[in-house]
């Protein structure tokens, strides 16, 4: 990529709408009018037949705001997979747009994972790739676990990439056989192909993130390094900057692999690689030829900017950021967290409707500050079809006490309520865990020893009951016998006695589709107060009570003369019918998936604890199902 120093033309950003803002405002600082690829064609998925093709129509909608000079305009990738592809600057070419990024060679390197690694391993650069074969199919796969000696965990990567999606963690043999089938079915959506590599498990390690920008004449600037240890399934939860407690010998290595390995591929631009750290071992395992989701983080502690960064290196030589850096004495602590919806307890995705958000993004304490970015705004929807990010908390101050005192202040006061589930309250839960505190973490905290809480109080539950009761629908029917089931069967109150709610500020009723909601604080013991949405779904509520998020059902008491009915599945997820694994009348053994539903780019099975036969299916393949919507009628078999 090469770029004029002088700019009149526009910027299409591409992708996650969330990072938009920031791109656009340092887009806009280089000279440029940011366009937003939200008001074009959506982004198509990698693994889409037509993929080039609805790329190019991107594409070509943004030459036809280029009031006839395209050459003049750019187009920003953003965070997308898109911009690890060189067929998207193949595209721009032809159009004659030029893409923020590197050159094509750099992108075709990086782009094949298992040939960027083993070529750093020519270089001397420690990987910890296992086989210089790539494996296509199960057999392949197991194959290379027996010659192994049936050693596991083991980690499964695409050569194609795909971010948080591209890795399987494989942690015994029964997890391979349960598993990886639907891992490799998941990998061929995103993707449209699996080839896979495989890489050595190690335990206990941390995760370092090493940003850079490398200049033509070969300069090169290392940007504060990244801790990104603590994530679960390959998806970063809370990130630090800059890192910290890391064996010296461990911190030369990466900076001195991290010019080597640039400047032996001849990288120009703005990237990253990223390390497994144990003690004073270090192992390359990642390279991005552009920006990671959380450059937000590094760039806010250096007092830069990423774009700055890009266009500078993309502009020949001598030339140097509008935005330079910060001296390593005066740079700032920082944490990244990413807000999404899902449940993530049961690491379900959980999209909907907000039907309430707060206003309030900035807070300022005790020499931090914190920024919420969001993508979305009240009355708007969180599709099964977008990724579960919603947006990020930035936080920066002069201790990393201060950082994440006030981060867990912005997740206590933050609210956002309506048919989705949202993710403070287990980031809060992860900020005032001891070890955390302590920053005495590895790569596997998050899912080997960090465990959040399962339910709220059993008062806290049974308000959530007494306020459904109070819905003035279910109050003309209040005579009839019933059981409030809250959270799961294990919490259930009677409807007699419910005792009436003590209201502090509201209610405020409104209607969802014909069906009440109600919002408003509540009054608990000992005059604590909660704020509470009451959203109606389609057989139950779902009600966020402080911190909490937990469904109500109301549910008529059987008359014992009558014949038992049916027993339902519900869906667990909003999305789309991926598959269905047996017909109706078929006998279904117990934890054997019946149904596959696609949301938020997984693929979720449901199954049921014991063995059942389906009655009727009520959905088809490729339908569209939302959130406790019933599936299917079954008979137990018990």
């Known amino acids: 990529m090469q770029l004029s120093s002088a700019h009149s033309g526009k910027a299409l950003i591409l992708g996650d709408r969330s990072v938009s803002s920031i791109l656009s405002a340092q887009l806009e600082a280089e000279g440029f009018v940011p366009v937003l690829q939200k008001n074009l064609s959506p982004l198509p998925r990698l693994a889409d037949v037509n993929s080039h093709r609805l790329i190019r129509e991107v594409l070509t909608e943004f030459v036809l705001l280029c009031d006839g000079a395209p050459e003049r305009s750019v187009v920003h990738p953003g965070t997308t997979l898109w911009a690890e592809r060189p067929e998207l600057s193949s595209i721009a070419q032809e159009l004659g747009l030029t893409v923020i990024a590197p050159s094509l060679g750099i992108l075709s390197l990086f782009a094949n994972k298992l040939n960027f690694l083993l070529e750093a391993e020519r270089m001397g650069i420690p990987t910890l790739v296992q086989s210089q074969d790539p494996m296509h199919t199960v057999r392949e796969i197991n194959e290379h676990i027996d010659r192994g000696g049936n050693r596991f965990p083991i980690v499964l990567k695409t050569v194609k990439g795909g971010g948080s999606f591209g890795t399987l963690i494989l942690p015994d043999a029964e997890t391979l056989e349960s598993d990886l089938p639907l891992g490799l079915d998941q990998l061929r959506y995103h993707l449209g192909e699996v080839i896979l590599f495989a890489e050595r498990y190690v335990e206990g390690s941390r995760h370092i993130v090493v940003p850079f920008a490398r200049f033509r004449e070969g300069t090169i600037q290392i940007f504060p390094m990244v801790d990104a240890s603590l994530q679960s399934r390959y998806r970063k939860c809370m990130e630090f900057c800059p890192t910290r407690g890391i064996d010296a010998e461990a911190n030369k290595k990466m ?50 900017s990423a774009v700055s960064w890009q266009m500078a290196t993309a502009q020949g030589y001598g030339k140097r950021p509008t935005c330079p850096i910060k001296k390593e004495v005066e740079w700032q602590s920082g944490l990244f967290l990413k807000i999404r919806a899902e449940d993530s307890f049961l690491q379900l995705p959980q999209p909907g409707k907000i039907q309430e958000l707060s206003q309030k993004r900035k807070w300022q304490r005790g020499g931090a500050s914190a920024e919420m970015s969001l993508a979305y705004t009240a009355g708007e929807s969180v599709s099964f079809l977008d990724l579960e990010i919603l947006g990020f908390l930035c936080v920066t101050g002069s201790s990393r006490r201060k950082v994440m005192d006030l981060a867990e202040k912005a997740l206590t006061e933050f609210w956002i309520a309506g048919s989705l589930q949202t993710n403070e309250r287990f980031l809060i839960e992860l900020l005032k865990h001891p070890w955390i505190q302590e920053e005495i973490f590895h790569s596997g905290f998050v899912e080997e020893d960090f465990l959040p809480s399962v339910r709220a109080s059993a008062e806290e539950a049974q308000l959530a009951a007494e306020i459904c009761s109070e819905l003035p629908r279910v109050q003309k ?12 069967p294990s919490l259930k109150w009677k409807a007699h006695p419910l005792r009436p709610v003590r209201w502090c500020e509201g209610p405020t009723f409104w209607l969802e589709q014909d069906q009440e909601g109600v919002s408003g604080i509540a009054e608990l013991s000992q005059g604590r107060k909660m704020r509470v949405c009451v959203f109606p779904l389609q057989k139950e509520w779902l009600v966020r009570i402080g911190p909490w998020f937990l ?3 109301r549910v008529p008491l059987r008359n014992p ?4 009915s049916s027993h339902k599945l519900f869906s667990q997820v909003q999305g789309r019918v991926h598959a269905i694994r047996f017909r109706s009348g078929a006998h279904v053994p117990a934890h054997q998936s019946l149904i596959l539903i696609e949301s938020s780019g997984r693929f979720i099975p449901h199954s049921l604890p014991v063995a059942a036969r389906i009655l009727h299916w009520n959905v088809s393949a490729e339908e569209e199902v939302s959130m406790s919507q019933e599936l299917a009628d079954l008979e137990l078999l018990v």
């Open 477 to 488: 029917c209040v005579s009839l016998p019933v059981t409030w089931f809250v959270g799961d």
């Open 561 to 564: 003369d009558q014949a038992p």
């Open 551 to 553: 469904n109500v059902r």
């Open 255 to 304: 900076l001195e692999w991290t010019r080597l390995l640039s400047e032996g591929c001849n990288y120009v631009g703005v990237g990253l690689f990223e390390f497994r750290v144990d003690g004073p071992q270090v192992f390359l395992i990642e390279g991005l030829a552009r920006l990671n989701s959380s450059f937000p983080l590094w760039q806010s502690v250096a007092g830069t």
